[in-house]
């Protein structure tokens, strides 16, 4: 198996573990034990848990990328309809993930970004890409006016990215995703009015 490989595999079995656990919660031999690698291997692929953390946030990015590039990025001209179908999507997930771990982004800045500022900037850098995928689809959809002219792009993505990230938090602890049906029937009325 090459380097890579056991690679993706130890950040895939951390990326379960932490999200239910937390980071701190989570220790190298627990990760290491779930993905039967051998304890020594660890430092051969990570520097340190810090390191390993970093990639981690890489490894919850791309996994939240493909979804929304999936629907915000596809050649239907409904701007709208694509922010839409984006959430619809995720929700069907989460709720197939039974309202468990939530946003691996999310929990990691909930929980490591006053603490340590690597962690901090990484995922500023990541939750910047993502709303600048939504900006994409605003500016689209104020092309075909779909959306009021009044709406500040920046600020409405910006708005969709934090609004969506606390009613992930908010369907956490109500163990329901109506927090999530909530957000998704009211950013589009937002959008539109």
Not at 30 to 57: C, N, Q, R, T, V
Not at 105 to 110: E, I, V, Y
């Amino acid at each position: 198996m090459s380097k890579e490989n056991r690679k993706s595999i130890i950040l895939n079995a951390a990326s379960k573990i932490v999200r239910k656990n937390g980071f701190n919660n989570t220790g190298i031999q627990e990760i290491l034990d779930a993905a039967s690698i051998p304890k020594g291997s660890f430092y051969y692929y990570f520097k340190s848990k810090e390191d390993l953390g970093l990639h981690l946030i890489e490894y919850y990015y791309e996994c939240f990328n493909s979804v929304i590039d999936e629907y915000l990025l596809n050649d239907d001209d409904n701007f709208l309809n694509k922010i839409e179908l984006c959430f619809r999507g995720m929700i069907v997930q989460i709720e197939k993930n039974h309202c468990e771990g939530g946003c691996g982004l999310g929990n990691f800045a909930q929980e490591m970004s006053d603490i340590n500022e690597n962690f901090r900037t990484k995922l500023q850098e990541c939750f910047e890409s993502i709303k600048k995928k939504f900006e994409y689809c605003l500016s689209g959809a104020l092309k075909n006016k779909e959306i009021s002219s009044d709406v500040n792009i920046n600020e409405a993505a910006s708005f969709i990215v934090n609004a969506w990230e606390g009613s992930i938090m908010h369907m956490k602890v109500v163990k329901n995703i109506e927090p999530l049906n909530i957000f998704e029937k009211n950013i589009i009325k937002f959008l539109r009015s």
